[in-house]
């Protein structure tokens, strides 16, 4: 079951973004990461990780039509941008992205969703449930066992670049 912030952050997070771009000077560095505005210190990060071949967005939109379920452009987007990364976790690791053909932790259909008092909560790594990465159609990352929750990806993206919590890369 995702958890992610209590209303009070929620209102305050268009502010809290607008501050942290403003602190972190973010621009978007490169155009593969299409609406996904990230600091020159996240990119770097991003740089140091594996990036596995991702699932399709056509077969990602397949597979949730499939439950009537219609993504919002936003997740589609994170699919596109962050699909694949392998992001360390000790001695795991968080295959990013909506839908995976060969996951280890999503079941046999590849990928997960819950819809709970009328919004969508996605599964967006393919990861032990311990570190609950649940993407919502807002926007917000549960990530709980990952030092969360988080206003956004970018956010979690962006600890991860400044070592909170401490990670290991691939390089």
């Not at 209303?7 to 771009?21: D, G, K, Q």
């Not at 140091?48 to 056509?58: A, K, M």
């Not at 919002?72 to 699909?83: A, C, K, M, R, Y």
Request: net charge negative; aromatic share 10%.
């Amino acid at each position: 079951m995702p958890h992610l912030p209590n209303n009070s952050v929620n209102r305050t997070s268009a502010s809290l973004r607008a501050a942290t771009a403003a602190h972190l000077n973010v621009r978007n560095p490169i155009a593969t990461m299409g609406k996904h505005q990230i600091s020159d210190r996240a990119h770097a990060f991003l740089t140091t990780l594996r990036r596995r071949p991702s699932v399709s967005v056509e077969t990602v939109i397949a597979k949730f039509s499939q439950f009537g379920i219609r993504l919002p452009d936003s997740l589609i987007q994170f699919h596109v941008d962050f699909g694949g990364y392998v992001i360390p976790l000790g001695f795991e690791e968080a295959i990013l992205g909506l839908v995976h053909d060969e996951a280890r932790f999503l079941g046999e259909n590849g990928f997960d969703f819950e819809v709970e008092n009328g919004e969508l909560f996605v599964a967006c790594a393919d990861a032990h449930p311990s570190y609950d990465f649940w993407l919502s159609s807002n926007g917000s990352l549960a990530g709980l066992g990952n030092g969360g929750p988080y206003v956004s990806f970018e956010e979690y993206v962006e600890n991860l670049a400044a070592g909170y919590p401490d990670v290991p890369t691939n390089s």
